[in-house]
Nanobody, 122 residues
């Protein structure tokens, strides 16, 4: 059973960088047919997909956040990370790391971390 757990600071200063790490257990981030993504839920709003890194290290980003977002991985630690630059209070949200499965031509969220609250203070 794959498990994902987010870690990182819960409070970030306005204009600085948000950095989170997802530690994966029970499965390898290099296994084929999976992608590893970051999704967030701002207070009172719906889920928003930020981006993902695939099993071979390719990255894809939400167009609205592309210029501020970087996703990377450390295969030796079975971890992947999110960096979101130049944050504002609008980036306050619960952040989730999520495993995405590609099967039958569709992409499906499959396994979720518990989420971590990140607050951007002005």
């Amino acid at each position: 059973q794959v498990q994902l757990q987010e870690s990182g600071p819960g409070l970030v200063k306005d204009s600085q960088m948000l950095s989170l790490t997802c530690t994966v257990s029970g499965g390898s981030i290099t296994s084929i047919n999976y992608a590893w993504s970051w999704i967030r839920r701002p207070p009172g709003k719906g889920l928003e997909w930020l981006g993902a890194i695939t099993y071979d290290g390719s990255t894809r980003y939400s167009p609205s956040l592309k210029n501020r977002t970087a996703i990377s991985r450390d295969t030796s630690e079975n971890q992947f990370s999110l960096q979101l630059n130049s944050v504002t209070p609008e980036d306050t949200a619960v952040y989730y790391c999520v495993r995405i499965i590609y099967v039958g031509g569709i992409l499906l969220p499959h396994s979720w971390g518990q989420g971590t609250q990140v607050t951007v203070s002005s």
